[in-house]
């Protein structure tokens, strides 16, 4: 189930009158579905007080959306001081801000000790000294290591670059503390794009057993748990999607059996990216060119600069031709961009209505993960991006590259040295 059929309601009509206007390519921005996921992820914890999503910048950097999520409630998930600036952009301060950097520099901690600072989640136990202030709140990112094995879906955390590990974790806290933080949280993020609601369910279980033995060990209580992102989206038309009511249901639960325990209870925070937009993004494109020689191709007006998840990772990605969902004279192509790079395609030995030259393309779920991926490889240039308000207008939300951007890096005063010399 790619992108929602009420989605397409509001886009598919109107697509041809927007294209007219804006011209192709353009990534378009869905705000009544962004806001109704919001709204799931509210009610869904509603029984958790304090539960907060910290929308994952990464995913979307765009400040009207930015602003949509703040208007929600929600705070900001950042990881370099471009988001945090970004992020401070829309108003957003203090515990609005949860900092999850990683092979952190010391200027991204002065940025995010800034202007009220934010939270500071820290990804090692050596980052600690390198602070230049301990702040009162302090939180750590765990990585349960071969705790978690025996996953594939999970993949291997021992492998994974991020987080303290479970040996490191106490002395972590207790290092922080003797340096003056008196308020903690616990991080750990070790799912990406899951659809199956139980790995959820199982690493807040483990991450619960961390923090209860941290509570034990170091009588310290901690203010959240911070569950990062990874919930996953249906990319696929056969895939269902993540049942996040039965997932919150049991999380609760997890959390109310946490508080008998201890004496206390931690708010829940997430750091949402592709669930919160995923699917309410969509990568609109022009077919200018086919050709068919051992395979058919169709050649569109955008490349992989635009959505780099099909080369990256092989993701699939669904695609409809505007006006020809119903229809049955189908072909096998691929559909690619211009980029000197083979893997440079949208879809591969797709099946799609047979399409024309002029035909517009719409390539699904490209809401998270996508424009803010792009690169400028081949002298590509990444299109501009819309947004489709809630009362059925549409607004520029950020111009497409010019071939000006391109060159603004070479623009520079002459600066030249030679080594060895005063
Ligand atoms: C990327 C990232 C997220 C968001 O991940 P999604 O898969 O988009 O939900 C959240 N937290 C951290 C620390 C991340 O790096």
Do not use: W
């Not at 929308?55 to 950097?61: E, T």
């Not at 038309?237 to 919150?248: Q, R, Y």
């Not at 997890?254 to 008998?260: E, G, M, T, V």
């Not at 209505?353 to 390539?363: Q, V």
């Amino acid at each position: 189930m790619p992108m929602s059929e009420t989605f397409k309601d509001r886009l598919f009509p109107v697509l041809k009158d927007i294209t007219k206007h804006f011209g192709t390519p353009f990534h378009i921005y869905d705000e009544i579905g962004i806001r109704e996921t919001g709204q799931l992820l509210i009610d869904g914890f509603s029984e958790m007080k304090g539960f907060r999503e910290y929308f994952a910048v990464k995913a979307l950097p765009n400040p009207r959306i930015l602003e949509i999520m703040r208007d929600m409630g929600f705070g900001f998930d950042c990881s370099s001081i471009a988001e945090l600036l970004l992020s401070r952009q829309t108003g957003a301060r203090g515990e609005d801000l949860m900092f999850t950097s990683n092979n952190t520099s010391i200027e991204e901690f002065q940025v995010a000790g800034a202007e009220g600072g934010g939270i500071l989640n820290l990804d090692d136990i050596t980052l600690i000294p390198k602070v230049p202030e301990m702040p009162a709140l302090i939180c750590f990112r765990y990585n349960p290591g071969p705790r978690c094995d025996g996953n594939e879906i999970i993949g291997d955390p021992a492998e994974s670059k991020y987080g303290v590990s479970h040996e490191q974790v106490t002395d972590a806290y207790r290092m922080a503390r003797d340096l003056g933080a008196k308020r903690f949280g616990l991080h750990t993020m070790v799912v990406s794009n899951e659809l199956n609601y139980i790995y959820k369910v199982q690493v807040t279980r483990l991450v619960l057993e961390v923090a209860e033995r941290v509570t034990k060990e170091l009588g310290i209580k901690f203010e959240f748990i911070n569950m990062g992102g990874g919930l996953g989206i249906p990319y696929k038309p056969e895939d269902s999607p993540l049942d996040l009511h039965t997932m919150a249901a049991e999380i609760t639960e997890l959390f109310n059996q946490f508080k008998k325990r201890n004496g206390y209870m931690p708010k829940l925070y997430l750091e949402s990216g592709r669930y919160m937009t995923g699917p309410h993004g969509a990568l609109v494109v022009k077919a200018i060119n086919q050709k068919d020689i051992y395979r058919k191709y169709i050649g569109v007006d955008a490349c992989m600069s635009a959505l780099m998840r099909p080369a990256l990772y092989g993701a699939y990605h669904h695609i409809s031709v505007l006006g020809k969902d119903s229809q049955q004279d189908t072909e096998i192509v691929d559909v690619v961009g211009s980029l000197c790079e083979n893997n440079d395609k949208f879809a591969i030995q797709r099946t799609l209505p047979k399409t024309e030259e002029g035909d517009i393309l719409i390539i699904h779920d490209t809401g998270a993960h996508g424009h803010a991926m792009g690169f400028n490889y081949n002298g590509k240039l990444r299109p501009k991006e819309l947004l489709l308000r809630t009362d059925g207008s549409v607004e520029l939300i950020r111009r497409e590259e010019t071939v000006d951007d391109y060159f603004a890096t070479l623009s520079f005063e002459p600066n030249t040295m030679m080594p060895g010399k005063a």
